[in-house]
């Protein structure tokens, strides 16, 4: 059951990629369900492993940062790394195939430009002992957390929306 639910949010993300520059200009607003608001709080939980996945990812919680502010809301945001989206976030050409470099590269522009946007970069120190990486080893604009998921649920407990992005 839990297979069927990933592979359906996974053909969404998808679908929503591709039919994203059809709907950009079209008018469709979120007006109804940001009504009243004039704040949010959101905690992307980040785990997706695949460097091409993981860059969709990154300009997807861009996207949306970006429409929120749009909207004239508010946004504080907390970005929460672990499993394999860690070795991405990681300083230096360690930790990832030659391959992808560029990516891991790419990446580490987002983390900049996130963290210069006042967005909270968090990484799981357990998901980053699994992938045998040091906790030293991340971008400066990068906290290590003891517990992602200890995090993930004092964010969530204090009104933050979850959204993950596996």
């Not at 469709?28 to 492993?49: C, H, I, P, R």
């Not at 990832?96 to 990484?123: G, H, M, N, S, Y």
Request: proline fraction near 2%; charged fraction near 20%; include cysteine.
């Amino acid at each position: 059951m839990k297979g069927l639910f990933l592979l359906i949010m996974r053909w969404c993300i998808i679908l929503m990629f591709w039919t994203a520059p059809a709907f950009a200009g079209s008018g469709y607003d979120n007006s109804s369900a940001l009504q009243g608001l004039t704040e949010v709080k959101v905690y992307f939980d980040v785990s997706a492993g695949k460097p091409d996945g993981l860059l969709q990812r990154m300009d997807l919680v861009e996207q949306t940062l970006r429409q929120l502010e749009q909207n004239g809301l508010a946004v504080k945001a907390v970005i929460g790394f672990r499993a394999g989206a860690s070795r991405y976030i990681t300083a230096g050409k360690h930790y990832v195939l030659d391959e992808e470099i560029a990516v891991k590269e790419k990446i580490a522009e987002w983390v900049q430009k996130f963290a210069a946007r006042d967005v909270t970069v968090e990484q799981c120190s357990i998901a980053a002992a699994q992938q045998d990486i040091a906790a030293t080893d991340f971008l400066p604009e990068v906290t290590v957390v003891q517990n992602g998921f200890v995090s993930l649920i004092g964010y969530q407990s204090k009104g933050y929306a979850v959204i993950p992005m596996n």
